[in-house]
């Protein structure tokens, strides 16, 4: 089992391009979801999924769109990247909330100019 | 809505030494969850434990130990005889069982150095 993996593993973009995010799990997970880490803040959550078509916001959501058409895979896209998104974005995924612990990818390194 | 503080943003001990991470947590829900993870230089992050508000007994597991108090809504964290492997940032966590608001609230996290 790959577990989480997360693609790219770093990327450079300009103000203003645009990106996607690729996070894929082979756990059967129905819950996804996409963190931001950023120094001193901890991890915050951007959006989540609770199964396959369905999506949420979370904390963070502003500046970032999710889609999740197959159960295994969690797309994060940037439309319009601006600095202050430049982080590290982790992807998890649990059988299900509360009750389960996430599994986390090994993160994404942005870096927005 | 639910709070999880880490205090201690950094620590350092010598190796050997005994550690304890804090974690205070707020949440007006009687059912929730309660993790630890570790994020080692290698930027993964790591589930070391999973406890739920109805199971206050504290847990070992090796050189590792957790105190769960909910009369403090306390939920720390003790590495005995610490080793240079333990340097990493410690995250703790909250999860409430809230149908469809449900999320993993995580504090800001503890640096720990393990100095050799």
């Known amino acids: 089992n790959a577990g989480v993996t997360q693609t790219p593993k770093f990327r450079v973009l300009k103000t203003g391009q645009s990106m996607t995010l690729l996070c894929a799990q082979d756990?059967?997970?129905?819950?996804m979801y996409w963190y931001r880490q950023d120094p001193g803040m901890g991890l915050r959550l951007i959006h989540y999924?609770?199964?396959?078509?369905?999506?949420a916001k979370g904390e963070v959501p502003d500046g970032y769109n999710v889609s999740r058409l197959k159960k295994q895979n969690f797309l994060l896209g940037l439309e319009s990247a601006a600095p202050s998104q430049t982080s590290v974005y982790f992807c998890?995924?649990?059988?299900?909330?509360?009750?389960?612990?996430?599994?986390f990818g090994p993160g994404t390194r942005l870096t927005v100019l | 809505a639910q709070k999880v503080t880490q205090a201690q943003t950094e620590i350092s001990v010598v190796e050997k030494e005994d550690v304890t991470l804090d974690c205070v947590y707020e949440?007006?829900?009687?059912?929730?969850?309660l993790f630890w993870y570790k994020q080692p230089p290698s930027g993964e992050l790591v589930f070391l434990i999973r406890?739920?508000?109805?199971?206050?007994q504290n847990e070992i597991s090796g050189r590792y130990s957790w105190n769960f108090q909910k009369s403090t809504s306390s939920f720390n964290f003790t590495i005995t005889a610490s080793q240079v492997v333990d340097s990493a940032v410690y995250f703790c966590?909250?999860?409430?069982?809230?149908?469809?608001?449900?999320?993993?609230?995580f504090g800001t996290g503890t640096r720990l150095t393990i100095i050799p």
């Open positions: 949440t007006r829900d009687t059912t929730y969850y």
């Open positions: 756990m059967n997970h129905e819950y």
């Open positions: 998890a995924s649990s059988y299900r909330v509360g009750t389960n612990e996430q599994f």
């Open positions: 406890r739920n508000s109805f199971d206050e």
């Open positions: 966590a909250l999860s409430v069982l809230n149908f469809g608001n449900e999320k993993l609230t």
């Open positions: 999924s609770v199964g396959e078509g369905t999506t």
